[in-house]
């Protein structure tokens, strides 16, 4: 999966992309009461973990945040940005295990939290990538394409 998302990201936006060591979310970050870590706190770990770079995180531990159950992902602004593999996964609804579909749903949420970090909020434009991402739905009726609006200004 890492691989696949590397060479896209690569493609996409012209980067240099390198995976790293996996790293251990620290446990003070863990909700054992919720059974997930809490999003932007795991972000500010990541960003001093690698102060000089932007940081592409992905988990398969489920996330949330202050005043959502779960999320798919976030982003710092010029930072980092996080995604989870765990409630993409067509298993999670109980769907026949799919690979192909789990890996296009982590890129594209990837793609859109990336939008995130570089400061695009999110766009009225149906199909656009920027579009919310507030159901499973949502993101497998997405195109994992900018719209032309959010395209010029991430340029
Ligand atoms: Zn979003
Ligand atoms: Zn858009």
Not at 22 to 34: A, D, M, S, V
Not at 82 to 108: C, M, W
Request: proline share 3%; aromatic share 10%.
């Amino acid at each position: 999966m890492l691989d696949n998302i590397k060479r896209e990201l690569r493609k996409k936006f012209k980067w240099s992309v390198d995976i790293t060591n996996p790293l251990e979310i620290p446990q003070n970050i863990f909700n054992k009461f919720r059974n997930q870590y809490e999003s932007s706190l795991t972000l500010e770990f990541l960003t001093k973990q690698f102060p000089d770079d932007h940081v592409v995180a992905i988990t398969n531990s489920d996330l949330y945040t202050t005043g959502l159950n779960f999320i798919f992902g976030q982003a710092k602004i010029g930072k980092a940005m996080i995604v989870s593999t765990h409630r993409l996964a067509p298993t999670f609804y109980k769907d026949r295990g799919n690979e192909k579909l789990h890996q296009d749903r982590v890129l594209k949420e990837c793609v859109h939290e990336i939008g995130h970090m570089f400061g695009l909020q999110h766009c009225k434009e149906r199909g656009c990538i920027m579009s919310p991402s507030g159901t499973i739905k949502d993101i497998d009726n997405k195109s994992i394409e900018f719209c032309h609006m959010c395209e010029l200004q991430l340029k």
